[in-house]
């Protein structure tokens, strides 16, 4: 069973062009979780999405992201207009389900460099 | 803001010492979650414990919960140098994870 798979692994984009994120979950999981990291820093959660369903955005910018989770296919982070601020390690996580005992299993996260 | 907030930043222990990490939060959970990231690194879930367990063990890991202190400790012990890592606690509410800035540990060989 593979795990969450993540690409691409390194993203770098000069400022004012699109980053795309994908994030194929665990087979079996419904349930996606886009975090971002700053370095020497925790992470910070940005979306919760279920199969075409965003369910909670709060964490994510109101302009430039967006993040889908389609029927078919991975979820797309997608970061229109980079800008320098917006280089960080992005992370996927993916659960069976949503509940409070669930865990979440995580990707190994697309670093995006901004020049 | 952040939830948790590890303590200590950074841990340095000879190879075969217990490491502690402990980690404080500010609001009730549901839940209380250790993860390791290796440098550069994705993140490894080590254990989950509820709000009303008090202590879980997996391996050479000891996971502590005190509710009332809105506190938890990892401890490893007998350390290796492959524990070399930062350590995360993170606190669900429900399906949002909210992360402390994590501990940098060290294990000198």
């Known amino acids: 069973n593979a795990g969450v798979m993540q690409n691409p692994r390194h993203l770098v984009r000069r400022r004012g062009q699109e980053a795309r994120l994908r994030c194929s979950p665990m087979k079996g999981h419904s349930h996606v979780y886009w975090y971002r990291q700053l370095p020497e820093e925790g992470l910070k959660f940005m979306v919760y999405l279920q199969k075409e369903n965003i369910i909670d955005e709060s964490g994510m910018p109101k302009e430039r992201f967006s993040a889908e989770f389609p029927k078919e296919g991975p979820s797309i982070l997608r970061i229109q207009q980079v800008v320098r601020g917006d280089s960080a390690a992005y992370f996927c996580?993916?659960?069976?389900?949503?509940?409070?005992?669930?865990?979440?299993?995580f990707g190994p996260g697309t670093r995006l460099l901004v020049l | 803001s952040q939830q948790g907030e590890e303590d200590p930043q950074a841990l340095s222990i000879q190879e075969g010492e217990n490491a502690t990490m402990n980690c404080s939060y500010k609001?009730?959970?549901?839940?209380l979650q250790w993860y390791r990231q290796n440098s550069g690194r994705g993140l490894v879930h080590l254990i989950l414990i509820r709000s009303n367990e008090r202590e879980k063990h997996s391996g050479r890991l000891r996971v502590t919960l005190d509710t009332s202190k809105k506190s938890s400790s990892l401890l490893i012990t007998a350390s290796r140098a492959a524990d070399t890592a930062s350590y995360f606690c993170?606190?669900?509410?429900?399906?949002?994870?909210?992360w402390g800035a994590g501990t940098k540990l060290i294990i000198k060989p």
């Open positions: 993170a606190t669900g509410s429900n399906y949002q994870l909210i």
């Open positions: 609001t009730s959970i549901n839940n």
């Open positions: 996580a993916s659960s069976p389900g949503q509940g409070v005992s669930e865990t979440q299993y």
